[in-house]
């Protein structure tokens, strides 16, 4: 029903910024959550932040609390996520995932295609 394509991946140095986008399809874009995931070689994929269907809620991992901002535009299909202060350690493929609010799972079941993000020391 729904499907996600990242952009805005690349090479940074630590201390500086870059900013995800994630273009969604579908007609109730509003009614899915929405959140950013990461993998880097070798470890699990782990839950980078989350945003609600309206935008009132978002949800952070302690690593990147404080750095990171998540933020979506219904109008235009779109999730964001504005990384700023990056670490090495941020290193990995980040993904774009979405939930329906109407599903009866919580899983998220739709997936992009990721966008890698490297962070030179």
């Known amino acids: 029903q729904v499907q996600l394509v990242e952009s805005g991946g690349g090479l940074v140095q630590a201390g500086g910024s870059l900013r995800l986008s994630c273009a969604a399809s579908?007609?109730?874009?509003?009614?899915?959550?929405m959140g950013w995931f990461r993998q880097a070689p070798g470890k699990e994929r782990e839950l980078v932040g989350r945003i609600s269907w309206n935008g009132g809620s978002t949800y952070y991992a302690d690593s990147v609390k404080g750095r990171f901002t998540i933020s979506r535009d219904n109008a235009k299909n779109a999730v964001y996520l504005q990384m700023n202060s990056l670490k090495p350690e941020d290193t990995a493929v980040y993904y774009c995932a979405a939930r329906s609010v109407d599903a009866a799972t919580s899983a998220y079941e739709y997936w992009g295609q990721g966008t890698q993000v490297t962070v030179s020391s």
């Open positions: 579908g007609r109730t874009f509003s009614r899915y959550g």
